[in-house]
C-alpha cells in the first residue's frame, strides 16, 4: 500500500457514502471489500439543527461491528482533508475508527493508501432501532442506488444479506415525502426491484 499525500483522507463507505451523488464533487469512489466488519441496522441518534438536516427527528442508520466471519461490499473514498471538516459534521454521531492495512480489497487492483477509516457508530448511540428510532425508507433508497450503481443486482442482493436487522427495526415509508437530506430519485424499476428484495427479508414498515 501507499501513504497519502498530505492533502488527502482515505475513508471506506458503507451505507450512504457508498452513493456517489452524496459526495462532494473531485472525490474518487473505488469499489471493493472490506473483510473483518459486519453491517448492521444499530445507530440510532436524534438529528441535531445544522448537522446532518433531520430537524430533531430520531432515526436508525447504518452501523458497523467487527467480525473476523464477515466481508462486507462497499467504497473507498479518496477526498481531500479540507473536505473532512464536513464529513465529521455529517457523520457526527459515529467516530473515525483506523483500519489495517490489507482488509480492503479493491475491485480493480489498485493500490490503495495504507492510512485509512471507516465511521463507527458511537457507544451512545449503537443501539437498535425501533418504532422511536424507524430505518428512513428514502435513506434505504440513497444507500442502495449506491450498490446498485457499483455492482448491479449482484450489489442490491449483497446489501441486504449482509445488513442484520431488517426483521427488528422498522422502515418509516417516507418516499413520497422524503425526509432524508440526500435523497435520490429512483427509476420504477429499481423501486420494485429494492421493495422485492426488502420483502424478502421481512421488512417492517411505519407510515407517517
Not at 40 to 66: P, Q, T, Y
Not at 155 to 167: I, K, N, P, Q, S
Request: proline content about 4%.
Amino acid at each position: 500500500m501507499t501513504d497519502l499525500s498530505t492533502d488527502q483522507i482515505c475513508y471506506f463507505g458503507y451505507g450512504s457514502l457508498v452513493n456517489e451523488e452524496t459526495l462532494p464533487a473531485g472525490t474518487t469512489v473505488i469499489a471493493g471489500q472490506l473483510s473483518g466488519w459486519k453491517r448492521e441496522w444499530r445507530a440510532c441518534s436524534k438529528g441535531k439543527a445544522g448537522h446532518d438536516g433531520f430537524a430533531g427527528m430520531s432515526k436508525c442508520a447504518l452501523g458497523v461491528r467487527r467480525d473476523e466471519d464477515s466481508v462486507i461490499r462497499g467504497a473507498m473514498v479518496l477526498d481531500t482533508k479540507a473536505n473532512l471538516p464536513a464529513l465529521d459534521k455529517r457523520e457526527w454521531h459515529y467516530s473515525r475508527k483506523s483500519l489495517q492495512e490489507d482488509r480492503f480489497l479493491p475491485d480493480c487492483g489498485r493500490q490503495m493508501p495504507s492510512d485509512t477509516f471507516l465511521y463507527q457508530a458511537q457507544d451512545q448511540h449503537a443501539y437498535w432501532g425501533d418504532e422511536e428510532h424507524p430505518i428512513l425508507q428514502s435513506y434505504v433508497d440513497c444507500v442502495m442506488a449506491g450498490f446498485h450503481r457499483l455492482w448491479g443486482q449482484e450489489g442490491l442482493e449483497h446489501f441486504v444479506e449482509t445488513t442484520d436487522g431488517w426483521d427488528r427495526v422498522p422502515i418509516l415509508t417516507d418516499r413520497a415525502e422524503p425526509v432524508y437530506p440526500r435523497a435520490v430519485v429512483l427509476s420504477q424499476t429499481l423501486t420494485a426491484t429494492i421493495d422485492d428484495l426488502l420483502k424478502s427479508v421481512n421488512a417492517q414498515y411505519l407510515t407517517r
